[in-house]
T-cell receptor
């Protein structure tokens, strides 16, 4: 079975500071990892994904994430946070052995204060 | 514009009534999904379909039913057997490969009175 953990329900940062939203995963095969963002009362938007290759992946709105196989982690990062980054962030995992199903974490609410 | 539409945005129903949520996509995606979102519980998979006329149960399928008669459409019926149907429902689609990201609709908020 595959699973995703987002250990922090909430992350608070000041505008201009770096931010990190944590994600760890468990799969039986090679992981395909995704980050999505949800603004209030809306659907999720794709941010970035890791499939293979370079462990550092870059995505939309200046976000990046680092895949760490030994620590089974895929933390989302941004060098300088904006107030407009405030939203709910979800990490998700898929693998080939699970018929294409995605498993999502419980989400982390990011609040960026001016 | 390509995308996924869900209707209605808000839906109110009396307890014991079945209700059908609409999901349409014009992205030419093979796979479609239904998720339920409750506060603090993330997204839970209800049903998914990887091809027309075929679908599989997700993690919380009890009390729900779906059909996939057309590639573009994947309606979800919330039946009276669903014990706690009040929630935010999200539809998504993607290419069939596991490497493809999902595209989400705007969601339907169902309230059962």
């Amino acid at each position: 079975a595959q699973s995703v953990a987002q250990p922090e329900d909430q992350v608070n940062v000041a505008e201009g500071n770096p931010l990190t939203v944590k994600c760890t995963y468990s799969v039986s095969g090679n992981p395909y990892l995704f980050w999505y963002v949800q603004y209030p009362n809306r659907g999720l938007q794709f941010l970035l994904k890791y499939i293979t290759g370079d462990n550092l992946v870059k995505g939309s709105y200046g976000f990046e994430a680092e895949f760490n196989k030994s620590q089974t982690s895929f933390h989302l990062k941004k060098p300088s946070a904006l107030v407009s980054d405030s939203a709910l962030y979800f990490c998700a995992v898929r693998d080939r052995t699970n018929a294409g199903k995605s498993t999502f974490g419980d989400g982390t609410t990011l609040t960026v204060k001016p | 514009d390509g995308g996924i539409t869900q209707s209605p945005k808000y839906l109110f129903r009396k307890e014991g009534q079945n209700v059908t949520l609409s999901c349409e996509q014009n992205l030419n995606h093979d796979a479609m999904y239904w998720y339920r979102q409750d506060p603090g519980q993330g997204l839970r998979l209800i049903y998914y379909s990887q091809i027309v006329n075929d679908f599989q149960k997700g993690d919380i399928a009890e009390g729900y039913s779906v059909s996939r008669e057309k590639k573009e459409s994947f309606p979800l019926t919330v039946t009276s057997a669903q014990k706690n149907p009040t929630a935010f429902y999200l539809c998504a689609s993607s290419g069939r490969s596991e490497t493809n990201e999902q595209f989400f609709g705007p969601g339907t908020r169902l309230t059962v009175l």
